[in-house]
């Protein structure tokens, strides 16, 4: 099976029918992502030459891209590391596979709307992955292209929805921080309970009088 094959999940220039979506392959858009991540962990993204890097990408497709003012609306207040997401994510559309899905998924559910979601709502959304912390777990790497397949409508090959849903709850990072933090404050509150357990008992034990 082709490269193409495995991560658009049919093959080349074979059409989708009408209830068929692309499917993307995990691993090897994890990898794209990967190779392209350490070269923005530090970069200022320029906002304009963001959306026309986009752009071209969907002329080549043979979408019309959004004006100008509209993808900056759309893309209002997202803060550098949010850029630095959406250019990440943006840069895997050279990926020849990666590019067909997402330009396939645009003309089925219009550009405005895959802008929308699965570029600026996304790059805001996973505001807890940062491109550092993407360079020091593959787990949240995982997360970043699961959550962005997600809200670009994709499909991962091998996977149902089901299983892809669980999946990205079982990795969700905020999750797991309010998990941590749950048991850190238990731990305190358990802590604190004990510290007033022994100053009872020393209080209680404690000789009386004087020497």
Do not use: I
């Not at 497709?61 to 209002?76: A, I, K, M, N, R």
């Not at 997401?85 to 405005?112: F, N």
């Not at 999750?175 to 749950?182: D, F, G, M, T, V």
């Amino acid at each position: 099976m082709s490269r193409l094959e495995r991560l658009f999940g049919r093959k080349s220039g074979t059409p989708a029918g009408p209830d068929e979506r692309p499917l993307l392959d995990l691993a090897p858009l994890c990898e794209a992502l990967t190779r392209r991540r350490p070269a923005l962990e530090r970069k200022d993204v320029e906002p304009v030459l963001m959306r026309a890097r986009l752009a071209d990408f969907q002329r080549d497709h043979g979408l019309e891209p959004l004006p100008p003012e509209s993808f900056l609306t759309l893309c209002e207040g997202l803060d550098a590391e949010g850029w630095r997401r959406l250019a990440l994510v943006t840069s895997a559309l050279e990926e020849a596979p990666v590019g067909t899905a997402v330009a396939s998924l645009a003309k089925a559910r219009g550009v405005e709307k895959q802008v929308r979601e699965g570029f600026a709502d996304f790059a805001r959304q996973a505001r807890l992955l940062t491109l550092e912390l993407l360079g020091q777990s593959p787990l949240r790497l995982e997360e970043l292209a699961r959550r962005w397949a997600a809200s670009l409508g994709a499909g991962f090959q091998g996977e149902t929805d089901e299983q892809s849903a669980e999946r990205l709850a079982r990795l969700d990072y905020a999750k797991l921080l309010a998990e941590a933090e749950r048991a850190k404050k238990a731990a305190e509150a358990r802590q604190e309970k004990l510290k007033k357990l022994r100053e009872a008992q020393d209080a209680k034990l404690s000789p009386r009088g004087k020497w």
